[in-house]
């Protein structure tokens, strides 16, 4: 830490400031590491893939990024040039099982936090598994980045230093700028009257917190911040998926609407909550050069949905398109401020929504030209929000992936397995007829609807066929006159009082109808 800003240093955005406190809260996390493992396949020039990648760290000023901070404990962040950046480049092709080897290494390497305030904030390393059988590990800690800005660096920025080095034309250098100042034009943005009305717009859309959709198992682990992640996977075959996209269409709507529906449908029908609220990134980059930015632009932002018995799907799904334009004129409040104004730090995002749902179409193939390659998503192992679900389109004809990360201090592993299959139900349904409401839509799989049907159901048992149903209550009463025999406007009644009912109604029967 120093006690001295240089003049070259800059604020955080707010974005940054939410990471960096909870960087404080627990040190050496690996939460906010992000990136993923390319298996690259093929023939690749290493020594080019190296230099591609220098350019690349070089010409953006996020890859210096270090974080400092007062003795008064105000945090900024500083800029490093980082002109000569050199890839490792380890050759496990010696090992017994190299794969494995690669693999683990990945893994363990992955896992390790970052020092915030160090700089650099990025860990490239290329492994050597076979004569023309590579892995490239990209790991970069939140701060520095977004899925957004790793596209950019992965399809764009590297894959395109290294084919021009090969020799082929470079295609035209997209406009760009640094992100140095992007953090400057945040910082303009508090004070400005458009801040002004975007934080009246989302007070007013939170005059009341929405209910909680599960309370915690535990509560003691439930107080603390940052808990160990369970993850679950779902993949779509692309066909299905290509029904999802044509109902999409007929609905005038995105798949990223359809899937918002379906998860408000399931934890409607399972909770019976009338008024939802799931977190979604928003991108927040408004200009040209922005998109071609490598930096931590996107945010979070709560959609609250509102849903009844008589909503239709198609009525839902037209809700939720309307309330995200609304919401999308507003997106760059972060939530950060919105927790605080509406005084839930404690419980944070927590508070606003337990849910969030991120849609992730950017294609992060490196598209090297020779060469194939699979992409593998990495994440840390902790985690604060109690259910998220990623669901990543990386291609046009491969299969689509659905990641649940849940905390199991609110979900048990089973039951998450439940809700998927439950999903895939809604998803079948739907495709069938969206235009049904949402209290009809079926939820079920069909071994929970045979025991739902025909298991619960199954009341049939012994008794004696020599005896009629006076004698057998009569028989129950003396062995049990105490016990709850039924409940009668909502009082029970043992079977004494059950016996004593039974004789006032004979007898006004008999004084009435002479029965």
């Not at 640094?178 to 400005?192: H, M, N, R, W």
């Not at 379906?262 to 928003?282: D, H, K, W």
């Not at 849910?355 to 294609?363: A, N, P, R």
Request: charged share 25%; proline share 4%; glycine share 4%.
């Amino acid at each position: 830490m120093t006690s001295m800003i240089q003049s070259s240093t800059l604020p955080l955005t707010q974005n940054q400031t939410a990471i960096w406190l909870d960087e404080l809260l627990f040190e050496k996390s690996p939460m906010y590491n992000i990136g993923a493992y390319h298996e690259i396949k093929g023939h690749l020039e290493v020594e080019l893939f190296a230099e591609a990648l220098r350019k690349v760290v070089a010409e953006h000023d996020v890859f210096g990024l270090s974080i400092e901070q007062t003795e008064s404990g105000q945090a900024f962040q500083r800029f490093t040039p980082q002109a000569d950046y050199q890839m490792p480049v380890l050759d496990f092709s010696d090992q017994e099982n190299p794969v494995e080897a690669c693999k683990q290494w990945l893994d363990a390497h992955f896992q390790e936090a970052f020092d915030i305030t160090q700089a650099p904030l990025y860990r490239f390393a290329l492994l050597k598994a076979g004569e023309g059988h590579y892995f490239w590990l990209m790991k970069m800690h939140h701060l520095t980045i977004d899925g957004w800005g790793y596209s950019l660096l992965t399809n764009q920025l590297l894959a395109n230093n290294y084919k021009a080095l090969a020799g082929a034309p470079l295609p035209e250098h997209p406009k760009t700028a640094p992100f140095s100042e992007y953090v400057q034009d945040d910082l303009a943005y508090y004070g400005s009257a458009q801040f002004e009305t975007d934080k009246a717009y989302w007070l007013s859309k939170f005059e009341s917190l929405p209910p909680l959709v599960r309370e915690a198992k535990d509560a003691q682990s439930a107080r603390e911040q940052l808990l160990p992640v369970s993850k679950l996977k779902w993949s779509i075959a692309r066909a299905d998926y290509q029904r999802l996209e044509s109902l999409a269409k007929a609905e005038n709507v995105s798949v990223f609407h359809l899937w918002l529906g379906i998860l408000a449908t399931y934890f409607y029908r399972s909770t019976g909550q009338e008024r939802l609220c799931i977190g979604i990134p928003v991108h927040n980059r408004s200009s040209k050069a922005q998109k071609n930015t490598i930096g931590l632009f996107t945010g979070l932002s709560p959609l609250l949905i509102d849903l009844n018995d008589q909503m239709t799907f198609s009525e839902l799904l037209a809700q939720i398109r309307h309330t995200l334009r609304q919401d999308y004129r507003h997106q760059r409040f972060p939530i950060q401020e919105l927790v605080r104004s509406l005084n839930q730090l404690t419980l944070g995002e927590r508070s606003l929504f337990q849910l969030s749902f991120s849609y992730l179409m950017q294609d992060l193939r490196l598209s090297l030209g020779d060469t194939t390659e699979q992409v593998n998503i990495m994440t840390g192992d902790m985690n604060k929000r109690p259910f998220d679900v990623w669901l990543r389109d990386f291609s046009s004809t491969g299969d689509v992936e659905l990641d649940f990360y849940f905390l199991q201090a609110y979900f048990e592993e089973t039951e998450v397995v439940r809700i998927i299959e439950r999903l895939k139900a809604i998803m079948q349904d739907i495709l069938i007829a969206a235009d049904q409401p949402v209290s009809r839509i079926n939820i079920l799989q069909d071994d929970e609807r045979a025991l739902l049907i025909h298991g619960f159901n199954d009341t049939a048992t012994e008794y004696p066929k020599d005896k009629t149903i006076v004698q057998l209550f009569e028989e129950q009463a003396e062995k049990t006159p105490d016990q709850t025999a039924v409940v009668f406007e909502e009082r029970a009644l043992s079977y004494r009082e059950l016996n004593e009912k039974a004789n006032q109604l004979a007898h006004y029967l008999r004084d009435t109808y002479n029965i």
